[in-house]
């Protein structure tokens, strides 16, 4: 051990050489980690998401199914003798019931399993076009977990003469977080599904008006006038 000291003392360029591999070797985990970091960040967020929307399927898929859900069964069209609607109305109990069902199931999948493999290709890291997809993968654990949120929201659209397309969406927004060893990252995003639709035939009323008895012996109390909002459910 004395005499490599001594030889490493006395010998500078060996010393030179030592340090000059040692920072090339630095700089090249420093590049590595960069381009890493550069690959993980939009791959697992990619990867969480897709996790989360398959999920989401299958919770609304199974909730609609066991419930049996139809568009007669969330909405009840008036129509008077001459074939107008005159007024739609929306059981918002099921509407209540289907949003937490949603809620709770898709929750319950997601907490179920916490922590996911990640694989990436080396190629994919070194960021070449040519290597993308090739050579083995790294391997990275990623946790996810995520805050959901279920609304239920009406469109319509016109099909026709005196025709009304009539839809009643399911929306699913989430708050994902997912950690990884050297990085951690948070997103949120939203999807769509439709729970039913129908054609309503007939003429459609421009405004829908709700009439408020704030007391007793009033006979009219507050009028809302909804024709700007009628495209959402509360």
Request: proline fraction near 3%; glycine fraction near 4%; charge should be neutral.
């Amino acid at each position: 051990m004395k005499t490599n000291r001594r030889r490493t003392a006395k010998n500078p360029a060996a010393f030179i050489i030592v340090f000059l591999v040692t920072f090339a070797v630095f700089l090249l985990l420093l590049s590595f980690d960069k381009q890493l970091r550069k690959i993980l960040e939009p791959y697992s967020v990619s990867t969480a998401k897709r996790i989360i929307v398959a999920a989401t399927d299958a919770a609304v898929l199974e909730i609609l199914k066991d419930n049996e859900i139809s568009y007669e069964k969330i909405a009840n069209l008036s129509t008077d003798s001459g074939g107008n609607v005159t007024s739609l109305q929306i059981d918002t109990t099921l509407i209540n019931i289907l949003k937490s069902n949603i809620s709770n199931k898709l929750t319950q999948q997601l907490n179920s399993r916490e922590e996911y493999v990640l694989k990436i290709p080396i190629g994919t890291i070194i960021g070449n076009e040519f290597t993308v997809g090739r050579g083995p993968s790294i391997s990275f654990k990623m946790k996810l977990s995520a805050a959901v949120k279920t609304d239920f929201k009406s469109n319509f659209y016109s099909a026709g003469i005196n025709q009304v397309l009539h839809q009643i969406l399911i929306e699913v927004k989430y708050d994902g977080f997912i950690l990884i060893p050297w990085f951690k990252e948070s997103f949120s995003d939203k999807t769509d599904y439709i729970a039913a639709q129908t054609v309503i035939v007939g003429v459609v009323p421009d405004a829908f008006t709700n009439v408020i008895e704030s007391e007793p012996e009033q006979i009219t109390g507050d009028i809302f006038d909804f024709s700007a909002e009628r495209g959402t459910l509360d």
